[in-house]
Each structure stands twice: as C-alpha cells, then as structure tokens.
C-alpha cells in the first residue's frame, strides 16, 4: 500500500551516512519513493495536495534496518507476531526487520519462506525479511538448498542461536553458498565450552554463585569460521560479537581482505555484566552481557567502523520463563522498540556519534543485505524515521508493543525519541 498524497517534511537536520549528508533541508516525497532533498522545497512548486510535516527542531533518517530479530511466527504466536513485531519497529524507527529461521517449523523450505513473506506483506506495516536456515532444522549436520531459499526470498542464511559444531558443514555451505552471492551469518559460540554457563565468566560471576560462559567460546568459533572463509571465499557475518579477544580477530580479517563483516547488540553496547547483580533476569541475554572493558571495546569498534552493524537482537519471552531464578530463566530480551533510543544515549554520552550510529543501524546492513534501504538518494524507497532529539521521556513497559515485556531498559530514562515512521512513504507510526 502506497501514501496517493505527496508529502514534505520540512525544516528538519537530513542525516544520510549513505552520502555523509548532516545539514537542514526538506524532502519530498511521492509515489512511495524520495523525490529530492534540498534547502527550500517548501517554496518551489510542489505536486497538488503535498502534506507539509514540519520537522524544525527534529532529526530525520533513514529508517533502520535490524538484522537480527526473533520473531514466533509460525509455531510461536504468543511470543511475538509478524504484525505485532512491525508494530514495536515502527515505533522504534525500524522500518525493516530480518527475521530468524528458528520458528516452527523452521524456516528451511521455500514454502516456509514464502509463507513468511506472505504473511508479512498481508499483516506486516513495516518491510520483512527472513534469514533461512543455513543447516535442516537447525541441527547442523545437513546444509539447505540454498539457491532455491535465495529464489524465495531468503536475504541471508544463519543457524540462528545455534552455532555448527561441524567445520566441514560450514565449509561445504560457505563453498555452495558463494554460487549464489550468500551471507553466511553465524552464531559465534562452542555449545561445549558454554556449557551451563548463564553469565560471563569471571570474579563477579564466582561470587554470585553463578555458571560463567567463557569469552573463548566466542573467540575460538569466530577464529574457525575466518579462516573457512579464507579458503572458501565466502562472505561471512559474524552475528554478535561480546568481547575485546574477538575484535583483534575481526580486525585481523579485514586486514587480510575477507568478505567478513560483524554486529554488536545493543544490549552488549549499553550494558554490562554487572546490571544482572540482583540476578535480575531481564538482563539475562545470549551471549551473556560482559565486563565493561568489553563494552567499551565495542563502543570504540562501531566508533571506528570496526564492527559493522548494530542490532537489537529481539528475543521476546514469556513472563513465566523470565520470572524464575536466574539459571533457569529463558535467555533474551526484546529491543525493537528500545534500540534507537538506547543508540542516541551513547550519542548523547559521546561515545559515538550521529552519522556512526545511523549508519551502523541503518545503512550499513541495508548494504551488506543487498537490500533498498538505509538511503535517503532521490529515488529510494521512502523509509524513514523522524527523531525529536530534545523530548525526554522514561520507559513503562506495560507501553511496548511488543506481545512480551522483557526488557532490561524499563522505566530508564531516554532523551531522544522517534515521532514518526515512514515506510514507502506511508506513516506508519506517529507518536501523539
């Protein structure tokens, strides 16, 4: 469904990484795409009917583009719904979600990825697309016909939470899978090192009486998976990195000239391992929020470029999973709603900067997806998310649109918060 009636948004800071834009001008908009961004539109002649959106004092941007969320359906509608989780992105500026494979049934058939795009488009309002299954069912001894997951529409192929044991599997998918242009986007995690382990590793960890997962389950898998990608050529995305250790691997992969790239959640960007003193379960995520040297080697990473995408690792769950003691909770906290607002914290702390972070949220995996989006070029699909920096505002869960409420952010403090999303020119979300 497209907007029939043209619209301006006038008078607002334009930032668009896509093109190192960051200055005041208006953008036009008609036909679900963007027109031209220029100072002064507002005056020139403009298409019958143009709704004027004054937009002084606001920040606007492409709509962001989250690589890396869980979303229950099909098989698991009462954690999260297609329509519920567009619902939840379009309020937090999110105007394109990947969704993961580990549904039920798994997504890794074309009929299920049609399935997926279909419900989508019927009850979806923002853009979604699913990552297939790089493995049948998810268990890591049998690859998926990749071409044909690619023909249905799959963006990326990924084993979601779980990481493959075998070196060989990965080794024939990354082989098979550069036919066909693949991501290959992995879970960097050994299951054997990680154990029972529920929390870092390490002196906070011993004195909460609490199983640590060591940093080495991420670094030793990551190391593994770059150096398939050497020999295979294939590109490869690691799917969320926690710690310092696994940076100088990442660096050392883009040195050599690998087709790698890497997220960080933006829970592992704004929390660390000590926010789960109280064994507040919320805070309880995979992999485990680490020590703050960690956090800020991340920072400094996304700053930098280093690590290339920053997502929210949606992960919706029952209040009943998360309400018990701390090693037996469920793992995982949603962040579709929250992630811009936690992103703009680090902007207003200095960590990071505007353009950095819009671009790390936005274009860059629009980019590495091959998908329309994270640009505001003339001639681009019409997503974009309007930002009022200066509104400040505390986070009640009981708000969120998402179909659960774990999340580690409740009743924080933002400054900064989207006002209103658009999606191929329509607005989907405005906030009152």
Known sequence: ??????????????????????????VLIADGVIKDIAQGLGVAGLPDGTERIDCAGQIVIPGLVDMRAFIGEPGAEHRETLASASQAAAAGGVTTVICQPDTDPVIDDPAIVDFVKRRARDTAIVNIHPMAALTRGLLGREMTEIGLLASAGAVAF???????????????????????????????????????????????????????????????????DVRLAAITRGRYHA?????????AVLRRAKEEGLAVTASASINHLALNERDVVGYRTFFKVAPPLRAEEDR??????????????????HNPQDVEVKRLPFSEAAFGAIGLET???????????????????????????????????????????????????DEAW?????TLKS??????????????????????????????
């Open 239 to 247: 799917a969320s990195l926690t710690c310092a250790e696994s940076l």
């Open 339 to 389: 992630m811009l607002a936690t992103g703009l914290r680090l902007v207003d702390g200095g960590a990071l900067d505007l353009m950095t972070l819009v671009r790390a949220m936005s274009t860059r995996p629009a980019e590495i997806l091959g998908l329309d989006a994270g640009t505001l070029k003339p001639g681009a699909a019409a997503d974009i998310a309007v930002i009022a920096p």
């Open 403 to 432: 179909r659960c409420r774990n999340t580690p952010f409740d009743e924080a403090r933002f400054q900064g918060r989207v006002v209103r999303t658009l999606v191929a020119g329509r607005t989907v979300y405005e906030y009152v």
């Open 296 to 313: 800020e080697a991340l920072l400094a990473a996304v700053a930098d470029g280093l690590i290339d995408v920053v997502v929210s690792d």
């Open 1 to 26: 469904m497209r907007e029939s009636r043209p619209i301006l948004l006038t008078g607002g800071r334009v930032v668009d990484p896509s093109r190192d834009l960051d200055r005041h001008a208006d």
């Open 158 to 224: 990924t084993d979601a939470a779980h990481s493959i044991a075998s070196a060989q599997v990965l080794r024939r998918a990354f082989t098979y899978g550069r036919d066909f242009d693949a991501l290959i986007v992995h879970h960097t995690e050994d299951a054997t090192l990680t154990g029972e382990g529920v929390m870092n590793e390490g002196e906070l960890a011993s004195r909460l009486g609490l199983a640590g997962v060591p940093k080495a389950a991420e670094t030793i898998v990551l190391e593994r």
């Open 394 to 398: 505390i986070l009640d869960a009981a």
